[in-house]
């Protein structure tokens, strides 16, 4: 039934480490997109990609690659993590990703690196 | 830069009581959205707002886009405690890209 979800739902991990979120989406949707929300709640677009290819890549360091094996998943590998990396990550989507397109989110990924 | 103010940070409210609040951007935008998240969720689309000067319900919420089409505000009547959760406006840019505002902060007191 679910829309959007995401994987693991929370992620506490050392300084340094590698790890993966993923995103999934039932909706048939052509765009997904990835965002940050830090401790004062701003959420930030990263990246968007639609039909697999990369569209939008806000300045986000390169530690950061998103990877998309087939347009109903898009899923974020961060290498050498660090304690500014610990936020709130959400995966959303839409239909083709315009101006009307309504963005469906999923419930997010609570990264915490000690 | 673009700048965008979204205001008040917080609402302390009591069940019944209307709720408004507002955003104002540096630049002009061609749609305003509303979203709410609840806690521990991702955000969830409210209003869309296509045209300058367009007054849209949805329910107990009313939301307007600024004619000048640099600002907006969202009104939710007789709150109801499942009310509670951060508002974000948040306007669109030409490819779709959505900038969230801060985000108002309700909590609805019984």
């Known amino acids: 039934d679910t829309a959007v979800s995401q994987t693991p739902k929370y992620l506490v991990t050392q300084m340094g480490n590698d790890k993966s979120i993923k995103c999934e989406q039932n909706l048939g949707h052509d765009t997904m997109y990835w965002y940050k929300q830090d401790s004062k709640k701003f959420l930030k677009i990263m990246f968007s990609?639609?039909?697999?290819?990369?569209?939008i890549n806000e300045t986000v360091p390169n530690r950061f690659s998103p990877k998309s094996p087939d347009k109903a998943h898009l899923n974020l590998h961060i290498n050498s993590l660090e304690l500014g990396d610990s936020a709130v990550y959400f995966c959303a989507s839409s239909q083709v990703g315009g101006l009307m397109d309504e963005q469906f989110f999923g419930p997010g990924t609570r990264l915490t690196v000690l | 830069g673009q700048q965008l103010n979204q205001s008040p940070q917080s609402m302390f409210i009591q069940e019944g009581e209307d709720v408004s609040m507002n955003c104002t951007s540096s630049s002009i935008f061609n749609t305003w959205l509303w979203y709410k998240q609840d806690p521990g969720e991702g955000p969830v689309l409210l209003i869309a707002l296509y045209k300058a000067g367009e007054l849209t319900s949805n329910g107990r919420l009313t939301a307007q886009f600024g004619i000048t089409r640099k600002d907006s505000f969202l009104n939710i009547s007789a709150s109801i405690p499942s009310d509670v959760g951060i508002y974000f406006c948040?306007?669109?840019?030409?490819?779709?890209?959505?900038?969230f505002g801060a985000g108002t902060q309700v909590v609805v007191t019984p």
């Open positions: 990609y639609n039909n697999k290819e990369l569209i």
């Open positions: 948040v306007p669109t840019d030409s490819w779709g890209k959505l900038q």
